[in-house]
């Protein structure tokens, strides 16, 4: 069945009448104002138009497309917003079919763009972002759209019932309020359930347009493969277990996992809502990434975590620091047994070191496994049956899940954990088999399932960020670090289909601290499987990791576009 639409009366959408459409041929569900489906489906979904030529000039322009290039097309007058949106939502139309990376798309983006242009064109002083077209992971609230999951008992296109919020999620907020135009939502695995791929969505799996043999990456696979495929300028994706550092690595982006605290994370959908979970941008360039960080930072009373961040931002922004020579005279820490006992594999050594002699040539000093007699890498409890996962925090997922139904307003189909268990209970998350099952390990979970609208006892996971970040922070200060820089998978990707995950080597590690870092192109393997460093930092120096990615991208230019087969 579907169920009714809940809409922001502050945010009038077009029109009180609503529905849903049909699957349109290309697995898109596609929310719609009744009375202006015909124009829809011209626009974006349903109709082909042969392009015209200067359509050609513009459609070849999106490929690749950072943020500078349309501020500069729009600062010339070569294009307007609405005209690039629906340059990208043809391309949308051509693309996604393959790769499955929009579920959800926006029936007002080209209102939005419109808006911009009018506001442009009024003389307004408008922002970075203005004009942008972004997409944003299933997982995050925009009222009016459904937040899905991707399990199909969340899915009314996939025969469930559909969640759709009342109001945008903070940061869906703060993207609208830097004038993105934001054309669509993005595929997950159901319940955000895994850091390698969406191969469990109800609408189909995800492809990694570097690799489509290979795993996408995930949870926020579908944002990933949007950015990758220049089906958009910049995405959100939002990390519990790699999710921001996994896909972007895969696909050889950029991806941002930032300190615990300081970007909002209501109303997204949540794993570990209340101890690890962090929403982030992934795009193509380290500028366009810090750009999106700007609009996303900062405190909300809507979300009191928030408060941790206050003061911690850089003066001018997180763009401030973007210098070709900011490598120079870096203390650079390098992986090593001391950080995790799990070696590289060989060709992934050979990347790395030539991603070790790059940084060099940048002006860093490297310093070798500088976690080497701690006890660091004692700290992990992977989970059994998981590769390399430590759970903890996991404990708060049936609290967190009742606090995100709640915020979704009176009217959502699903208004607690009680509701949810009962809708899903045919493929129960949290018995054998199940998608969350191997966190029932947590000693301190069941008594969250048993009683999840009390604040859950997570002692367990508070211990562990506590000692993780003690050595951390020593060992810092100890070698006169600045950062470190790590391969951010130990082993290039598997089959997109079969057992084999993605080797990372730092998720466990910086979920659980807290810590922020960023990913970025760093090469390929043979196979032509993307490589990618990660550097890694203190709590709060977003900034300084930031400037080292710019140094380093701007040094080796690394990133290359894929080839795409429609």
Known sequence: MTASTSVSPSRPRGGASRERSHRDGIGLAVVKDAEREIEMNAMALSVAVTPEPAEDALAARLIEMTVEDCQR????????????????????????????ALIVMNPQALDDARAIDARRAAGETLGPLAGVPVVIKDT???????STGGWH????????????????APVTARMR?????????????????TGSHANDSWAGPTLNPAAPDRIPGGSSAGTATAVAASLAVLGLAEETGGSIQNPASAQGLVGIKPSFGLVPNAGVMPLAGSTRDVVGPIARCVRDAALTLDALAGYT????????????????GYTAGLEPGALAGKRLGLYGPGWRDLPLSEEA??????????????????????????????????????VYFDARGFESAPYDLQLYLERMGPDVAIRSFAAFAEATKAEDAFAPGGVLHPITNLRQLAACLADPASPPD???????????????DRVMAEHGLDALVFPQMRAELPPLHGPGTLLETTVCEINIAGLPGVTLPAGAYASGSPFNLIFVGRMWSEGDLLAC??????????????????
């Open 140 to 146: 995050m609230d925009m009222a009016g759209l459904p």
């Open 349 to 386: 050594s050979a990347l790395y070191a030539r991603a070790q002699a790059e940084l060099e040539a940048a002006g860093a000093t490297l310093v070798a496994d500088p976690f080497a007699g701690t006890d660091f890498a004692a700290i992990a409890e992977p989970t059994p049956g998981l």
């Open 177 to 193: 309020e830097a004038g993105c135009v934001i054309l669509g939502k993005t595929n997950v695995p159901v319940l955000s359930h």
């Open 301 to 316: 009373a809507a979300d009191p975590k928030t408060v941790a961040g206050i003061g911690k931002r850089p003066a001018g």
């Open 153 to 168: 008992f969340l899915s009314a296109e996939a025969g469930g019932v559909d969640l759709i919020p009342a109001t945008d």
């Open 549 to 566: 990615a710019y140094a380093y991208e701007q040094a080796t230019h690394h990133r290359r576009a894929p080839a795409l087969d429609a």
């Open 458 to 472: 997570v002692s367990d996971f508070l211990a562990a960020r506590e000692a993780y970040l003690a050595v951390f």
């Open 73 to 100: 097309a729009f600062a010339e007058g070569s294009v307007t917003a609405e005209a690039l949106a629906q340059a990208f939502l043809a391309r949308i139309e051509t693309y996604n079919p393959r790769y499955k």
